[in-house]
């Protein structure tokens, strides 16, 4: 009877309504719940955590799984952007110092563009390639004491001739 009386309570609350309800559940042989001669009787089934993870392992092992894609993409992505970046440079430079015959200063002012940023994408290439080396333990850190001034004056250079440049 209270079986028929909790079957329209759980329709309307969900199993959750009863989840703080102390139930003991005893088990035969096959699995199937002991009532003992009792059919009057609720059993609620509390799932384990192990359980309820298993929706979340599936998830985070499809997520881990999806970054090494992405890593994998980034890496072989990297390599082959570097390769026509180092091209670009070297023609780039070649031309600017007139090897390959007379140009004007209008012309060596573009290369120079060219050069810089080809050198600006090809520094970030090489960013990407060392990111996803130190996520493979690839490379170890050398830690000194460094003269911050130095590097300040450096990036600043570096900067200052981007924008000149672009």
């Given amino acids: ?23 003991i559940i005893t088990k035969d042989d096959d699995g199937l719940p002991e009532t003992e001669g009792y059919s009057n009787y609720f059993f609620i089934e509390q799932s384990t955590e192990a359980e309820k993870n298993i929706p979340l392992q599936n998830l985070t092992q499809k997520l881990i799984s999806i970054d090494k894609m992405k890593d994998e ?26 090897n390959h015959g007379i140009i004007n200063q209008r012309q060596r002012d573009e290369l120079q563009v060219i050069l810089a940023l080809s050198k600006i994408l090809s520094s970030l290439v090489k960013d ?15 830690f000194q004491i460094i003269d911050i001034k ?10 200052n001739y981007y924008y000149i440049c672009s």
């Fill in 73 to 98: 993409f980034l890496s072989n992505t990297s390599h082959e952007l570097q390769t026509p970046f180092n091209g670009i440079i070297n023609i780039t430079e070649t031309l600017a110092e007139g």
């Fill in 150 to 159: 130095s590097l300040c004056d450096m990036v600043s250079r570096e900067r």
């Fill in 1 to 23: 009877m209270a079986q028929a009386n909790l079957l329209p309570l759980l329709e309307k609350y969900d199993k959750e309504i009863f989840s703080s309800v102390p139930v």
């Fill in 128 to 142: 990407i390639i060392d990111v996803e080396r130190i996520k493979r333990n690839e490379i170890q850190f050398n």
